[in-house]
């Protein structure tokens, strides 16, 4: 039946969005647990990378594959889409290249039930 394909289908685009789920998980997880102060692309990926494996051992995350740096990165651009971060300056640094890193966006405090949100979403799986 037509209900059937649709599940079937349903089933399979959840296992294709899993892995970025998972990616997008672990990095809200770890700008919630950040500082306060602009971070670098660099930070927030080893920081994404670090909560993406706490999940895996807590059986919260299964797809190996979607812990790398671009996922990680592509995350964070899509909050600054959201406003949930915003482009800063890194006030640290020493060169004069004008690359900047993530502050926290006016929205910043919707990121808690965003990431709620994809837990659930991770859950149901």
């Not at 709620?116 to 991770?122: G, Q």
């Amino acid at each position: 039946t037509a209900e059937e394909l649709g599940a079937e289908l349903e089933r399979f685009l959840a296992e294709q969005t899993r892995a970025v789920l998972e990616a997008y998980c672990a990095t809200a997880t770890a700008l919630l647990a950040a500082p306060s102060r602009p971070l670098e692309a660099k930070e927030i990926g080893r920081a994404a990378e670090e909560q993406f494996q706490r999940a895996v051992l807590l059986g919260e995350a299964e797809r190996r594959e979607a812990s790398n740096p671009i996922t990680f990165a592509n995350a964070a651009e899509c909050f600054v889409r959201l406003g949930i971060l915003e482009r800063a300056p890194i006030p640290s640094r020493r060169d004069a290249s004008d690359e900047t890193g993530f502050a926290r966006g006016a929205r910043f405090d919707d990121l808690r039930d965003l990431r709620a949100r994809l837990a659930a979403a991770l859950s149901r799986g």
